[in-house]
């Protein structure tokens, strides 16, 4: 019942064996995905949006700033004989205004706080949010900037790393 991944991050960050992309596959794994769309917000290597759709997601659409990101996960999910149709990859400025049924971000704390009204945005009401890239002490201040959007649950951490998860408001 394994999904598994076969991944070389080329110049993008994520291999999976970091604690906040470990932490985000472990969500990931505990969830049903099957037929949801799903953004992955700072793709990198692609290795939350492949996990996505290898668990069942039907679309993705991975976004970040790196051009060699977009292209390490271009290449990872050709690696993986992921359907081109399946995954969408976007610098910001292009990205789509999909609105998704899980949002995930493995970024950094401050980065995250100032994409808050953006991720929400593009969280469906009632969708998950999965964020990581956190360190422990950053937790309160990332959590407080989502709360007007999102219901949000206890940190996760690993060593001095958090995750965390929410779900979008109805409004």
């Known amino acids: 019942d394994a999904a598994n991944l076969m991944l070389d991050p080329g110049l993008a960050f994520g291999t999976g064996t970091h604690p906040t992309t470990a932490l985000c596959l472990e969500w990931l794994d505990g969830q049903d995905v099957t037929g949801k769309q799903v953004t992955d917000y700072g793709c990198g290597s692609g290795i939350l949006g492949l996990a996505a759709l290898l668990l069942g997601a039907n679309h993705v659409v991975g976004v970040d700033t790196d051009h060699q990101a977009l292209e390490a996960s ?31 971000a493995n970024i950094l704390a401050q980065p995250l706080i100032g994409l808050a009204p953006h991720l929400a945005e593009l969280t469906k009401p009632g969708g998950d949010l999965v964020l990581s890239g956190i360190l422990s002490n950053q937790a309160r201040e990332v959590m407080a900037a ?22 979008r408001n109805d409004r």
Do not use: H
């Open 146 to 167: 989502y709360e007007p959007w999102f219901i949000m649950d206890e940190p996760e951490q690993r060593e001095e790393w958090i995750r965390l998860t929410g779900r």
């Open 74 to 104: 271009r290449e990872n999910a050709n690696r993986n004989g992921v359907d081109e149709a399946r995954l969408d990859l976007y610098l910001p400025e292009a990205e789509p205004k999909t609105k998704s049924d899980v949002m995930l």
